[in-house]
Structures are given as C-alpha cells and as structure tokens.
C-alpha cells in the first residue's frame, strides 16, 4: 500500500529547528554581511586617501547612530564567520564529524562569537573611542 | 587542453560538460587557503581597528601608510576580496537557476570584487606613497 504520509525534503515551515541548520545558515548569512562589510572597508580606505573632508563624511557615518549599529553587526559577524569558519576547516581535517560532538561545536560557534564581540566592544570602549 | 587516453572521444564532449574540466578542487582549496589567511589578517585588523580607531586622519593615514601595516593590509583586502567573491559565488550558484540572472548576478559578483580590490589597494598604495 502506498504511504501517502512519507516525508519530503525539508520544507522549513514543518522542520524542527536545530542548532546544525543554525549554524549552517548563520555561516552563509554572516558571509553575505562580511561581503557588503568589504564594501565599507573599501569605502573607508578610499576616503582616506582622498583627504581630510572625504575622510570626515565616512567618520561622521561611522558615528552616527547607524553606523554604531552597523560597526557592532559587522563585529558579530565577523566574530560568527571566524569561529564557525575555523570549525569548518577541523571538519574539512576530518575531526568532530559525530553527532555530539557537531552539535557541542556548533553551541561553541553560536556563542563564543557573542563573547568575541562583547570581548572587542568591552576592550574598545577601554580604548576611549566607540569606533 | 591535455587529453589523456580515450582518444576517439571528441574534445568538444568535454567542454559541453560531460566530462571533468579537471580544476574541480581548484575552488575549494583556494576557499580554504584565504580563509586560513583571513583568520590571521582579520583578527589584525580587528586589533588595528580596536587600537586605533578614535584616531584622527593624521594619525589614521599615518598608520595605514606605515609599510607594516600597509603591507598586512593589502595581503588582508586581496584575501578578503577574493574570498567574498568565490563564496558569493557558490551562494548564487546554489539559488539562482534562471539562466539570464544566474549569468548577470556571477558577473556583477567578479566586477564588484574586483574594482573594490583593485580600488581599495590603490588606495593603501597612495597613502604610503604619500600621495
């Protein structure tokens, strides 16, 4: 008899969330991030070179409050994308392939990039300037 | 193109797809070399931006003009850039299938790398130069 009940690929609406596909998304979520962020990288470069006034047009940006919330996103994804990323290239070694031990690291990727980006915000504002 | 054994089949099978372009690996190993580059210049740049990043322009050029820092700085745009580019890459291979977007959307990706990196290492080279 036919089993009209059977599975299908995952459709996200039913899927069960679990940490695997978290990080597995995370990764190319925050690599899109890091992508327009080289943009910004490219843009501050630019206006350095240029001089004082093309340089304050990007400081006055990185300022605002915008660019705060901008600076403290591209921090965590940055911080995300390393760690999960050195994750990746252990699993490319051929290491932590079983279940506990991918779901364990894949915790460890969550939130050791929260605790490197509050590490870096705590050590820059130590420095005296919000970026 | 080396064709080794086979010779009764034609070299235009091979480039319409139905045999190996033999650079498969090429992607991911390139993949892996920058990131394990970016793992070392990222975190450098971090540290840069963390130290530094109150500074004024004076001060600011004066950093990224130091040959020191000039240099890590154009090893860490090429690898970012780079990097950007061939994991842009996949994320559109993998979810766009319409053929004219597919073609439209890879190119973009190339052409914005490319001139970011080209325009952002010029612009490192005239700060050191002094320009």
């Not at chain 1, 596909?21 to 843009?43: D, E, K, Q, Y």
């Not at chain 1, 240029?50 to 705060?68: C, I, M, T, V, Y």
């Amino acid at each position: 008899m036919a089993n009209h009940q059977r599975p299908l690929s995952p459709h996200m609406q039913v899927y069960r969330w679990q940490i695997q596909m978290v990080t597995s998304i995370l990764h190319r979520a925050t690599g899109i991030i890091l992508g327009v962020g080289s943009l910004l990288i490219a843009w501050a470069l630019i206006a350095l070179a240029a001089g004082p006034e093309q340089w304050g047009h990007f400081s006055a940006a990185a300022r605002s409050p915008l660019g705060f919330l901008v600076l403290f996103g591209w921090t965590w994804a940055f911080a995300y994308h390393l760690i999960n990323g050195l994750r990746h290239l252990l699993q490319d070694a051929g290491r932590s392939f079983d279940i506990p031990g991918f779901v364990r690291n894949s915790w460890i990727s969550v939130i050791g990039s929260l605790v490197l980006t509050a590490l870096v915000w705590a050590v820059a504002m130590m420095q005296g300037g919000a970026a | 193109m080396k064709r080794t054994g086979d010779h009764l089949r034609h070299p235009l099978k091979v480039a319409r797809g139905l045999g190996s372009a033999k650079d498969g690996t090429g992607h991911f190993i390139i993949q892996r070399i920058t990131a394990i580059a970016l793992v070392f210049l990222g975190l450098y740049v971090v540290w840069l931006l963390v130290s530094g990043g109150a500074a004024d322009f004076a001060t600011a050029r004066a950093t990224v003009g130091h040959p020191f820092h000039a240099t890590l700085l154009i090893a860490f745009l090429v690898a970012m850039f780079w990097h950007t580019q061939l994991g842009i890459q996949v994320i559109i291979e993998d979810y766009v299938h319409t053929a004219g977007w597919a073609v439209l959307l890879q190119l973009a990706n190339r052409f914005v790398c490319i001139l970011a990196a080209i325009a952002s290492v010029l612009a490192v080279i005239r700060i050191a130069l002094g320009a």
